[in-house]
């Protein structure tokens, strides 16, 4: 029987620390978006109250347009209509559809496949989808499913996707967060001191602000957001990836959201999380977050230009190692 759930749309496991002084101008907006909440902070050109109602109505806009885009958990939504079809015709979609779909094809190559988009249905499956979900799945219902994942089965060809097998169905959600706040990012370019963060996925720009990050301690029991590391992010991106906000456990036997698409099952690896810091965008961040759970290697970081990273393994006593890139922030 299932004996505990946490059962989170996303993993929340970066907190904006409050600062040392008070700041009188600093605007906050937040809000919810893609099972998750935002929150945007930035000081204010004028003291006139239409400069913060027109940012946040373009900071909805942006992100509605996205979630009518790449949000699998609604029907109409341009993602669901792409998975829910039996065609292997040519789908049209948007711009902003298109620039994460070829995107991801750089981490489903940088990886060898580990990364990948087409692992919807074993996501559903697992019970980590918007499907119903009674119980883990047998071994050959695993083996039918992986028959056909592979981002090998689909294409993309300017603004258009199709299925080389009508079976196939994506997954943004690896790296549609990322891209959101890019987005808002890019829009709101007139403020030289920004925050930007939709479900723990970061992106800061700073000219006077010291913008301060606490990255969580990856514990199923920290229930207080107790934090395990605290850095100040500066004109970066930050995104984590983790086992301990998105899983269930039934009959004592631990499940969680990150998924192997090569064995079918959810990553079993003494890693409790890992942090990216990327100094070119949040999408990068959010994409090898995932990238790199998922492959448990991180060798290849100290070859990527701009990007850092940070992971917390936990040992057979249950006390933490904490392992550091050459150049990832530690004050």
């Known amino acids: 029987m299932m004996t505990l759930a946490n059962r989170l749309a996303s993993l929340i496991i970066l907190l904006l620390l409050s600062c040392s002084s008070p700041e009188k101008n600093l605007v906050t907006i937040n809000g919810n978006t893609m099972g998750t909440t935002y929150t945007v902070k930035f000081f204010p050109k004028t003291n006139n109250p239409v400069e913060i109602e027109e940012n946040y109505i373009l900071i909805e806009k942006i992100l509605k347009d996205i979630n009518q885009q790449m949000s699998t958990y609604i029907p109409s939504s341009e993602i669901s209509t792409f998975n829910q079809s039996e065609s292997t015709d040519w789908f049209f979609i948007s711009e902003d559809f298109y620039k994460v ?33 009674e119980s883990p799945p047998s071994e050959t219902t695993i083996d039918s499913v992986k028959a056909f994942i592979g981002q090998d089965l689909i294409e993309v060809d300017k603004e258009k996707i199709r299925k080389k097998d009508s079976r196939v169905q994506i997954d943004l959600s690896s790296i549609a967060k990322g891209y959101a706040v890019d987005k808002i990012f890019n829009s709101l370019i007139e403020y030289e001191d920004l925050f930007i963060e939709i479900g723990g996925e970061i992106r800061t720009r700073s000219k006077s602000k010291d913008w301060k990050i606490g990255i969580n301690t990856p514990s199923i029991t920290n229930f207080k957001n107790d934090i395990e590391l605290v850095i100040s992010l ?3 991106s930050i995104a984590t990836s983790g086992n301990y906000r998105n899983f269930y456990i039934i009959d004592d036997k631990f499940y969680h959201h990150e998924i192997n698409p090569k064995t079918g099952y959810p990553i079993s690896s003494n890693l409790g999380s890992v942090s990216i810091i990327s100094d070119k965008s949040c999408l990068d961040a959010d994409a090898l977050s995932t990238m790199f759970y998922t492959i448990d290697n991180f060798d290849i970081v100290e070859n990527l230009k ?20 050459t150049g990832f922030p530690k004050n």
Do not use: A, C, H
């Open 234 to 236: 500066n004109n970066l």
């Open 101 to 133: 779909l070829e995107r991801s094809f750089k981490y489903y190559d940088l990886s060898n496949g580990q990364y990948d988009i087409t692992i919807m249905p074993l996501v559903n499956l697992w019970g980590f989808g918007p499907d119903i979900f």
């Open 306 to 325: 701009g990007i850092e990273s940070f992971s917390i393994l936990l040992n057979e006593d249950k006390s933490f190692t904490k392992v550091f890139s």
